[in-house]
């Protein structure tokens, strides 16, 4: 399955041509490379050397400024460094850091990413990457396809969640609205869910978000689906998740997180394809709804217009 590269975004790829780039495409062969190079570096370009070798999974996500101060360099020392290895800059040698991360996460891995404490937000930043590039690497495109077809088919589109997935369930059901499909989450406000589901038409589709710990009431609403005939998606963290297993449709995606909490980024972003699938197959249709969304928009007192 192709893997996503950060090379492959056109910005990127105008920065640098491929043959500039240093060989050796796999982790254990930068290392091995950067090990022998060290050797050959300035005493302050080695210390950087040292410590991209030791924190590979979170130099990424950090600006020169901030590796100057880490290892106690300048910021021209930092650019020097990246250019005496074999790159035109630092943020090139980025680039192939995330590349080799990539990697690691289409090898089949489970190894989690390197938590560096004195850096949250990095830390964090990585453990999202690698949530969204292994979701992304087990995907079956055919499959997802077809749910995205699925959803822009139906008559109605049901979306439930409890905990963090009501929002997520929340920003399905407006993402899926965008691009024309009519959509609303199941509301827990003033009646079950599971009774709601006795006005859901033949043609309508449950789309349910399932995360550990799985929610009983998310399942029940999968278990009446299949009774009732209605066809289901569930997002849920495996494909032999409880609510996958009951689900027509079921799209995994990967939720691990620093904290006991599930990491969301993963599911945003497979919110995000399914509706931006449906908008370039169905382009007409989505444009029509855009076109009925602003119209709605400009007419509300509470909408400011866009600056000039």
């Given amino acids: 399955m192709r893997k996503i590269s950060l090379k492959a975004c ?18 254990s062969e930068f290392r091995k490379r950067l090990v022998q190079q060290s050797g050959e570096l300035p005493p302050q370009q080695r210390a950087i050397a040292e410590y991209v070798l030791e924190h590979l999974t979170a130099v990424p996500f950090f600006s020169v400024p901030e590796i100057a101060r880490r290892v106690g360099v300048s910021e021209a020392t930092v650019v020097r460094f990246a250019q005496r290895i074999g790159y035109p800059g630092f943020s090139e040698l980025k680039v192939e850091l995330v590349d080799l991360l990539q990697s690691r996460l289409g090898s089949g891995s489970e190894e989690p990413p390197e938590v560096v404490a004195e850096d949250i937000p990095a830390t964090v930043a990585t453990l999202e990457v690698t949530n969204i590039g292994r979701t992304v690497e087990t995907m079956d495109r055919e499959h997802f396809a077809a749910v995205a077809e699925a959803l822009f088919s139906s008559e109605r589109v049901h979306t439930f969640g409890m905990g963090v997935s009501a929002l997520l ?11 024309g499909v009519p959509a609303a989450r199941l509301s827990t406000a003033f009646s079950s869910p599971r009774e709601q589901l006795v006005g859901i038409g033949a043609d309508d589709v449950i789309l349910v978000i399932s995360l550990p710990p799985y929610s009983r009431q998310s399942l029940s609403i999968l278990e009446d689906a299949r009774e009732l005939g209605i066809a289901s998606v569930a997002v849920s963290d495996r494909m032999t998740s409880p609510a996958a297993v009951l689900a027509r449709w079921a799209l995994p995606v990967k939720s691990d997180n620093m904290m006991f909490t599930n990491a969301v980024a993963a599911v945003t972003v497979l919110i995000n394809a399914l509706a931006t699938h449906i908008a370039t197959t169905h382009r007409e249709e989505a444009l029509a709804a855009l076109a009925r969304i602003n119209k709605v928009l400009s007419e509300d007192a509470d909408v400011l217009p866009p600056r000039r």
């Fill in 10 to 27: 056109g910005t990127l790829e105008s920065w640098f041509a491929e043959d500039q780039m240093p060989a050796g495409k796999t982790e």
């Fill in 169 to 179: 369930a929340e920003l399905a059901s407006y993402t899926l609205l965008q691009v």
